[in-house]
Structures are given as C-alpha cells and as structure tokens.
C-alpha cells in the first residue's frame, strides 16, 4: 500500500489529485477548529461584505461568514458520497464480477437490465426517489449508490469476462471449485485494482451529484452549510456579490477535480488504462 | 401617381414593421398550471383577472374605495342597505351591455357552496341583491357593515357577464369576457397567456396594445428575464436584489409600503401545534427586529405581532411582542416540551425571502429549544399541494382591509383559513364589529380580535414588507400602489423589445 502510495505521489498528476483530496478530508475534519465563525452564526449588520481581513471570503445573505461555511460545507458531501461510493463499488462490483464469471444466458439478461437502468434519467428517477422517501443521507447513501453502481457492474462485468476466459480460472474450474470460490479467491483479486479507480471515479462523480441535488433542493437543507446549497442560496447575486457563488464551486471542483487525477494515478500505478478500464 | 403609390407603400411598410408595443409580465405559476379565469376560484390566475375583469370599486390612490364601475354609492343609516349606482354605457367584450343584472348575479354567485370561494367568508354578510333599474343595485346585508364597500373592493369580487356564464351561480365561469382593459386572446398559464387592449374599454384607451403574462415559477429565474430584456416588470425584489437594477438607467426600481407580508402558518389543530403555549412559544422566541434586517433589509418592512392588519389601516391594534426566551422556555415546560421541541417547517420560494425567514426563525428559536427542520417544497404547485396541507408551512398575503383579512383568514368557515383556527366566540366578534356603527368601538372590537391572534393565533407575521418592484425604463405610468391596485392599463410602453 506504502509502494503505492509512493508511485501515485511520485506522479505530477498524482501528487496534485493527492494533495487536493488530502488537503479537503482534512479540512472536513477538521472544520471546527479551522473556521474562524460559527458556519450558521447569522448578522444582520454583516451581510454581503465583500472578502476582507475579517471576512477572508466575504459574507452571504444571512451575514454568515463564508470562509467558514466553505470549510464546514464538504462534510456532508464528503460524507455521503463517500458511503455511497462504497455501497456502489461493493454491490456494483460483486455483481459485475459475478455475471462476468457466470456468463451465458443469465448474463445475458442480466445485462438488458442493466441497459435499462443505465437508459433512465438517472437524475430524475433521483429525484422521484427522494421526494418519496425524503432528503436524508438515509435516503440518498442507497439511492445514489444503487444508481452509480449499475455503472460500476458495467464496466467490472466486462473486466471480469477477460479474467473469466484465462487459464488459472479454467484450471480451477476443471478442479471442481465451486462459484462462490473461484470469485472470491481466483477473481475478486484480480480485479481489486480496476474496483479501486472505479470506487474513486465514481465517488467524484456523486460528488457532483449531490451538490446538484442540493442545489435543487433536495440534499442537505438549511441551515447545513454546504457547497450546493450555497450556490443555490447565492446564485442571484452573481452581479454584485460573486463571493457567495465562487468559492463553494471552486471548493467542489478542486475536490473533483483531486480525485479525478488521483484515481488516474492509482490507475496507472496499478498498470490500467482508464480509457478502457483493464487491465494492460 | 407613382409618387403617391411609392409613399403610400412606404408607409405601409413602416406601418407593418412597427412592432405593437407588448407589456410583458412574470406570473409565479403558483398553481402548477391549474390556474383558472374565474376570479372567486381558489386557484384564480390573479394577474390575468385583473386586467381581464373590472371590480364594482376599486381602492383609490389614497386606500378608500374609488368609482370603478360602480360611480357612486350610499347606505341607509344602519348600514344595512348598500345602493350602487352603476356607470352607463359599458359593455362587455362581447359587446354585451353591462347592468345591474350581472352585478346581481357575480354577488350572489361568491356564496355558493358548489364553488366554495374564498371570497364566501367575506361575502356570506350579503342576504339579497335586488335590481332597481339597469343601472341601480341594492345590496341588502345580514347584518350592517359600516366598511361594506371596503369588502367589493376586493381584488376578485369582480363583474361577470351572467349571460355568458349560463347564469349559473354554482359553476366556474372561465369564460374570460370581462369590461377590463384588456380582452383574452390565449389561455396558456404554463407558458404564456396573451391578450389584447379592448378598444370598448369604459377608463379610455389602453397603454400597450398587447399584454403577456409569461410563467416562470424561480424569482431568480423572473430577475434574470427582467435583465435580459424577456420581461418588463417583476415585483417583490429582495433586499438583495434591489441593486442589480437599482442604478441602471435601463430599469426603475419603485418601493410602496404595503400591507403585503410573508409568514408562517402553524396549523392550530395538528400536535404539537394545537397547543398555544407551543405556538405562542415558537412566535415569542423571534426577534422581528433584526429577521426583518436580515431578510428584508433596514428599509424593507415594519415590524409587526402576528396581526395580519398593517400599520396604514385605521384598524391596526397596537401589540408589544419583544423577544422573550425565558417566557418561550417556560411556556414550552408548561406544555410539556420542557426538554425542548422539534417540528418541521415546509418552505418553498414562493414569496420574497419566504425560505430566507425560516432560516432565521430556526437560527432564533433554538435559544429556545426549539428544533425547527426545513423542508424544502417546489415553489411550482406549491398553493396546492403544501399550502394548508402541513401542519407548519410558509404563506404570503397581499394587502387587505383589516375586515377582510380577519374574515377571509381567521373565520372558522372562511375557505382560507390557513391555521385551521375555529372559535365561535372570535366569530361572534367579527360579526360584532363589522355591525358596530361607532368608528371607536369598532376599532375596538377588532384591536380585540387582534390581540387574540397574537396570545393564541396559528399566524407568525414578523413583518410587513415593503414591496419593491423593478420595471423597464421604457414603462412610464407605473403607479407607486400595491400589487393589486396598480392599473397596467394606464401603462405605456416605448421602444421595441429587441
């Protein structure tokens, strides 16, 4: 893990994607010692200062201090889509792995399935979802999960279909191992690598996702200081108080952006190739 | 000859490629596209009646009622009489003539349970409209009412043609045939409701040769059409939005203290609400001083104790309603929420700093140990599907006398009774003090009613708002009036829309 850690770092793009993840967690964590003001502290005698030395990102509508709210506003987004990615990668990658060993018929089906779900407007079906079963992380963590991961049983599926057709799992088949086996021990392992990049790409992907739900109205509510809903409760002023709306976009894009280059160098540090996401 | 036949073409083509001036408005779309013609419905498409239909009076630059089809009226002594003397000579858009038969029959028609108007708390005082001549009405009332035409002032009570609505009493009529100013062309209140200036009109000729009432549901989404020229007016600018436009020469920002106000509406049937230590705690822990600051900015309203009655009305009770954490505290412990209380508060953009204000209600009342929970509701269908159907959820009012607004929201039977508030003696009050023909009492009476809306009421009213609105610098004729009282007839529009 160290090896790898050390040949993504050594990467430019590595580095990058490394330091900005890094640098957000942290701040995620760490928001209640490094924000400077209570993130939902309301002033009625501050609102809309322009960026100074008391307010280094200027205030919003509600006299709330910005800095603070862009440093606390990652948390429940870093949060849920992190478990989310989790729920996508687990179920979407068992899944994947599994119709690519099995084949055949039940894959076959299997896969029009997946079609269809990958047909529908995600972002819609999401919002139906929600506005059915509320706007909590209790909500979202599964919907987002279930939805991101019929991508990742995508792309597992057809990595597992080329591990499928080697020799080693011919062998194990003509040794009589039985399914569960043979993907826990002789696939699972050789496909851990594309799961990882996959987990992270699709974790930048909710990301984004989240903070659109949010900007519609239907992630984290007020007072919760979040990117999306920051862009969402500033957006009108763009013309006079742009501070309210760059800093929450630009916190959210550095992190994707992070990830992104991070995932990219884990994936070339693993030998894959992201364009076709196996192995080379 | 060829001279002539040149310049006659020339003209022609001028002529063709004048664009005929259109006055382009934003609606809310509140309604999701249910929106109706008849003006009593509940689901009245407000913007169009009023240009569509004319009311029997009409509130004046001053407040007071003002000739509008009717050009002058008196009341017997006990005001129990009311006589309407109608204009002459108005007629329809389908050039039926205007008589007292129909003003007979848009009255009665507001009673009828078959509709269930929200007009109908107000308007069940009537008891008979009697016809003298085709000019002349008598209204005859249940009881008197010394403001009764402070009542046909209002915004919906508005004349119909009887003929083309089957003089039907218990059906909608969406006929949209009125004697306004403008006549209908096309019903589209998901995109855009067109009409056209009636040459008949009785007030003289119309400022704009066409008017377009165009959906956009998102208030950003109103400011940015405004600034790109899709659109020529919009009302209720936040405090925030005020200086995108306030010094640019292409726009005209104009501020009127109104009687308008934004609240929050506690259903008083549903726990923990039907209790009113809960509801009174929750109102007591606001401090309307620094929530109007917040929301509205320092110049952008006046504060108010949850009476619906603005200051400018005659009938305004004074309250004091500090803030008072302790007293909510103890109020709370009383109704057994000593360890604290949460309930969730649905919210929507539906009206100017409406999501803004319950933000900072739940910032203030947590010192009390009130957990207040936004949920956020599309503003699109918003009046249908969340409005009156949570047990806590936002509201917007536009100005009304204190008669109307007390009876239209706080009588047990009113349609609009948003709090669900039922109290028999409250009733008896109302009746009490719109029959009382003494200006003191009766101001007594209904700084009363008042002052039990704020011990025990389900209505959290911080504020009244000025109303600010933003039109293009080529309107001219805008009145600085309310919403409901400005006249887009006598608007006129310069310039082509490019």
Known sequence: MLALIQNVAARPSGAIGLTLTLCHVLMAVLAPWLAPYDPTMQNADAILLAPSSTHWMGTDTLGRDVFSRVIYGGRLAIAVTFAAAVVATLWGGFAGIFFGTVGGRVDEYAMRIVDAFLSVPWLLFLLLIISIGGAGPVTIIPTLGFFYGVAVLRVVRGAAMQVAARDFITAAKARGEKLWPIITREMFPNLSDILLVEGAMRWSWMLLAFSSLSFLGFGATPPTPDWGLMVAQERGLLSTAPWGVFWPCLALSSLIIGINLLADAVGKALGLDRATAIAV | ????????????????????????????????????????????????????????????????????????????????????????????????????????????????????????????????????????????????????????????????????????????????????????????????????????YYGGTVGTENLELIAIADQDARVAALQAGQIDFIYALSAEQVPLFANNPNFTVQSVPTGRWVGLVMNTQIEPLNDPRVRKAIRMSA????????????????????????????????????????????????????????????????????????????????????????????????????????????????????????????????????????????????????????????????????????????????????????????????????????????????????
Request: proline share 5%; charged share 25%.
């Open chain 2, 1 to 200: 000859m060829k001279k002539s036949l040149l310049l006659s073409a020339a003209i022609a083509v001028l002529g063709a490629a004048a664009p005929a001036e259109t006055l382009r408005i934003p609606h809310e779309l509140g309604y999701g596209g249910s929106e109706s013609m008849d003006p009593i419905s509940p689901q009245r498409f407000y913007e169009a009646i009023q240009n569509v239909y004319s009311r029997l009076v009409r509130q004046g630059d001053d407040g007071r009622p003002s000739a509008d089809l009717a050009l002058s009226w008196e009341a017997t002594p006990d005001a129990r009489e009311w006589t309407f003397n109608l204009r002459p000579d108005v007629t329809f858009h389908n050039a039926n003539a205007f008589t007292a038969e129909d003003v007979a029959f848009s009255l009665m028609r507001t009673q009828s349970e078959a509709i269930d108007s929200p007009t109908k708390g107000v308007m069940e005082v009537i008891d008979r409209v009697e016809v003298i001549d085709p000019l002349t009405v008598k209204v005859v009332l249940k009881q008197s009412h010394a403001d009764f035409p402070l009542l046909v002032m209002d915004y919906r009570i508005r004349m119909l043609d009887a003929e083309t609505c089957g003089n039907d009493l218990d059906a909608l009529c969406e006929s949209g045939v009125g004697t306004g100013p403008f006549q209908m062309v096309d019903f589209d209140p998901l995109g855009t409701t067109t009409f056209t200036r009636f040459d008949n």
């Open chain 2, 287 to 498: 401090d309307r001083d620094a929530l109007g600051k917040l929301v509205y900015g320092k110049d952008g309203y006046i504060t108010s104790c949850d009476h619906p009655v603005w200051s400018g009305d005659q009938y305004r009770a004074e309250i004091d309603c500090p803030r008072d954490i302790e007293g909510a505290k103890a109020l709370l412990a009383e109704a057994g929420y000593a360890d604290g209380l949460t309930v969730e508060l649905f919210v929507s953009d539906i009206s100017e700093g409406a999501v803004k204000m319950a933000e900072v209600l739940q910032n203030q009342a947590k010192d009390a140990g009130i957990t207040i929970e936004l949920v956020p509701a599309p503003a699109d269908g918003y009046w249908g599907d969340v409005w009156m159907k949570e047990p806590f959820f936002a509201t917007g009012w536009s100005q009304r006398p204190a008669d109307q607004i007390l009876n239209e929201a706080y009588r047990s039977s009113a349609t609009w009774n948003e709090t669900a508030w039922t109290s028999p003696d409250f009733d008896a009050k109302l009746d009490a003090a719109r029959s009382e023909l003494d200006f003191d009492k009766r101001k007594a009476l209904y700084g009363e009613l008042q002052k039990e809306l704020w011990e025990n009421g389900g209505s959290f009213i911080p504020v009244h708002l000025n109303t600010v609105r933003a039109f293009s610098a080529k309107l001219s004729g805008v009145q600085p009036v309310e919403d409901f009282s400005i006249r887009y007839e006598g608007i006129a529009k310069s310039g082509s829309d490019s």
